[in-house]
């Protein structure tokens, strides 16, 4: 920010209450000085460098830290977090308190449970978050076409190195001599000396032979091997043309409540997102898709994975059995500097705090791999285990929450995505997003508010990750859930059906009474209400 505006001798001063930037020649380079004109967003950018800000727009200079820290409410954390739903934190009041230490997505695992247990969880996830009058949206993640284990009988049989195991391709009770496989053909594709992963690389067994209905295996890495538990195959690769049975299950499920969002599982093609997306077309949704790569294919198409789909996640745990796990780190980041810079939000997820499940407070490793997931520009990060079935659900989202900010304010400094690559085909919508982060910027402004139909415009601001929170202003309900994803974005509901200046105005208030704005601070406001995706053409600059 400029620090001696008011040493400007080509700025005259302005004391009229503003409406939009007040600096001489600023109309003439085509800011709004009144709300009909709407000039080029560089031009306007141009006159504050030229002409500095008046003394009544500069906000007090309270660092951006100490605001955080001083103000309540999710809105000043950026990265969002979500929570997957479970047995553990089942209870009302549990939900609740979920909500109140920062979870903003519900995740609805498939695997896991009936549709009918799943219904009824969602409606309690949705009545506590209606209880609390929080914006909380709900993610189905669907089965996709996943290898699982079958019963173990008493829960649990411990496998040992060195042992014999089978795996059988008909339902059979489980034990420490064998378990039942979800995937019938799995004596087909394997041949001998092929590497079997189970529970995310907990147990791995090798290949000894091919029965029929059978496969024989000996264990190299033992554990405790449990119910339905994920099976994964590094050494063969699987391309399945369709989508199955129960992938058709699961997405007229996602369609049937009304989800905001579907986590598709083993992602390998862009033509497997183009499936879905047809399958949910033919249900009249258009639910967005979050796209999970898990495997080595899906890192290859993940070019064409992400323009088709509308997010990705990183899903570490078969990432990390399905290739070298030396290769993870790296992996992680290109997924996630990928998807951002398509302006699409990025989930990094599976044992980011792991330990939670049995202990009350994370390791020190978990604590730097959530910060460095932040840093490396997640959109939103994930906990499986800790809250669906650990000792401590809410404690582990309070305590994501808090690892949140705490890595956010390092974000200017450490942070990979400052200089994210724009998309060509969105430029005129970029070019007006990346105008008003870098008034933002110059102004030291508390907050830019973005009025959005369909939420392209507070997708487009946040993908260039200002320091600033976002409000996006919407009239649709949907829309105001499914912003609950994006980073830095607070997606408000504007009931009413007034003009640019009566949103901003609620905006205005919302921000104010909840403690997020003060008296004297300067906004920046964009809009552009085509009533299609990518019609933001305006910036204005305000004072509250």
């Given at each position: 920010m400029r620090q001696n505006a008011g040493a400007n001798p080509r700025r005259n001063p302005r004391t009229a209450p503003l409406r939009s930037v007040g600096c001489p020649g600023y109309a003439a380079l085509g800011g709004p000085g009144n709300r009909g004109h709407?000039?080029?967003?560089?031009?306007?950018?141009?006159?504050?460098?030229?002409?500095?800000?008046?003394?009544?727009?500069?906000?007090p200079k309270t660092p951006l830290r100490l605001r955080a820290c001083n103000t309540l409410g999710m809105a000043l954390r950026k990265t969002k977090i979500i929570a997957t739903i479970g047995p553990a934190c089942d209870e009302?009041?549990?939900?609740?308190?979920?909500?109140?230490?920062g979870m903003n997505v519900a995740r609805i695992n498939l695997s896991h449970g009936t549709f009918d247990e799943q219904r009824a969880r969602i409606e309690r996830v949705r009545s506590a978050a209606q209880q609390k009058e929080a914006n909380l949206a709900i993610l189905i993640d669907t089965r996709g076409f996943e290898i699982?284990?079958?019963?173990?009988?008493?829960?649990?049989?411990v496998l040992v190195a060195g042992q014999p195991f089978a795996l059988h391709c008909t339902p059979t009770a489980g034990d420490e001599h064998g378990v039942s496989v979800s995937f019938n053909g799995i004596a087909e594709i394997l041949k001998v000396g092929d590497r079997v992963v189970i529970d995310d690389g907990k147990i791995e067994l090798v290949v000894s032979a091919l029965r029929q209905g059978r496969v024989d295996?000996?264990?190299?890495?033992?554990?405790t091997l449990r119910d339905r538990k994920g099976v994964n195959l590094p050494?063969?690769?699987?391309?399945?043309?369709d989508l199955d049975e129960g992938s058709h299950a699961d997405l007229d499920f996602a369609a049937e409540i009304a989800a905001d969002y579907v986590a598709a599982s083993f992602v390998q093609t862009g033509k497997d997102v183009d499936e879905i997306r047809r399958h949910l077309e033919s249900r009249q949704t258009t639910i967005p898709i979050i796209a999970k790569i898990e495997n080595g294919l899906g890192v290859q198409n993940l070019e064409t994975i992400i323009e088709r789909a509308n997010g990705a996640m990183v899903a570490r745990g078969d990432l990390g059995v399905e290739l070298p796990v030396t290769q993870l780190p790296h992996i992680q980041k290109h997924i996630i500097r990928t998807t951002v810079s398509r302006g699409k939000p990025v989930i990094t997820a599976t044992q980011m705090l792991d330990s939670m499940e049995r202990n009350p407070r994370p390791t020190r490793a978990e604590v730097s791999d959530v910060a460095n997931a932040i840093l490396d520009g997640s959109s939103a990060i994930m906990l499986s285990g800790e809250t669906a079935a650990g000792l401590h659900p809410v404690e582990a989202v309070s305590t994501m929450a808090e690892l949140a900010l705490s890595a956010e304010a390092s974000l200017e400094e450490y942070g990979t995505l400052q200089n994210v690559v724009g998309n060509p085909s969105d430029a005129i919508v970029e070019a007006v997003a990346q105008a008003a982060i870098t008034m933002a910027k110059h102004i030291d402004a508390?907050?830019?508010i973005a009025l959005t139909d369909t939420g392209f415009t507070a997708r487009s601001i946040s993908k260039f990750r200002p320091h600033c929170p976002i409000f996006?202003?919407?009239?649709?309900?949907?829309?105001?859930?499914?912003?609950?994803?994006?980073?830095?974005v607070t997606p408000i509901l504007y009931p009413g059906h007034g003009d640019d200046d009566e949103s901003i105005e609620f905006a205005v208030r919302y921000g104010s009474e909840r403690g997020h704005l003060r008296p004297r601070d300067v906004i920046v406001a964009t809009a552009g209400r085509s009533q299609m995706s990518g019609g933001t053409d305006m910036i204005q600059v305000r004072r509250v």
């Open positions: 709407r000039g080029p967003a560089a031009l306007r950018i141009l006159a504050l460098k030229l002409f500095g800000l008046p003394p009544d727009l500069q906000r009302p009041r549990t939900l609740a308190s979920m909500i109140e230490a699982r284990t079958g019963p173990v009988e008493g829960g649990g049989a295996c000996e264990v190299t890495c033992g554990g050494d063969t690769q699987l391309i399945r043309d508390a907050a830019i996006a202003v919407t009239g649709s309900e949907s829309v105001r859930r499914r912003l609950a994803m994006n980073w830095g």
